[in-house]
């Protein structure tokens, strides 16, 4: 039975794709780099930030990195928006009884989740740097192990819901069940052959999935 919950951030529950491009383009305007593209954006936005920086920016600079955090962080958490079914789906899931929580590649998700009013619909919130300290990126699952532990839970009674492939790494690597949720690069064949439990296209579909997981 699932008892635990767990959701990327960028894509999954929110669509922060054209946040980051946003971004990202005023580093490269200030850098006098091309210009950024939407389509762009989504191939890398679920990668670590070193790999993010050189997919869009052709190498990885540290101070790009404290340009964007320093100039934009907060103007790109503006325009990050959760989907519609989000806040819905969450509820419902908490009134159903499960804890909720967010892993995420991004070093600090829970002030993006705060700006965004989602950090009340969570148990936990798990970044690189929060809050068990510097722990490595997905698809490594120390994140996800160290979640479960915290959360007195175990892999059996874990799901993890992700737009990508590792998200689906992930939970197979933490030996949880992975959901792939089609809002990103990645089609329902893609996270087939992944080796994800199920796909789903939309945030409501958890609910089903939920229901009929209590009754097996």
Not at 104 to 121: A, F, I, K
């Amino acid at each position: 039975m699932i008892k635990l919950m767990v959701f990327d951030h960028d894509m999954t529950i929110v669509d922060s794709s054209y946040a980051i491009m946003a971004g990202f383009n005023y580093v490269a305007q200030h850098e006098g780099l091309p210009h950024v593209s939407h389509e762009l954006t989504m191939k890398y936005i679920a990668t670590p930030i070193p790999t993010f920086c050189e997919g869009l920016l052709g190498e990885y600079r540290p101070e790009w990195v404290k340009l964007y955090r320093v100039n934009i962080a907060e103007y790109e958490r503006k325009l990050i928006r959760p989907f519609p079914d989000t806040v819905s789906t969450l509820t419902r899931l908490h009134d159903m009884g499960l804890k909720l929580a967010v892993l995420s590649n991004r070093e600090h998700p829970r002030s993006v989740l705060h700006n965004t009013g989602l950090d009340v619909y969570f148990d936990e919130i798990v970044g690189a740097l929060e809050p068990y300290g510097k722990l490595p990126y997905k698809p490594d699952p120390a994140m996800m192990n160290e979640l479960m532990k915290h959360m007195n839970v175990t892999p059996a009674e874990t799901v993890y819901v992700g737009d990508a492939d590792l998200d689906i790494i992930t939970a197979i690597g933490a030996h949880v069940r992975g959901i792939g949720i089609t809002k990103g690069n990645f089609t329902h064949e893609d996270f087939a052959l992944l080796g994800a439990w199920k796909s789903i296209d939309e945030l409501s579909e958890l609910i089903g999935i939920t229901e009929k997981d209590a009754l097996s």
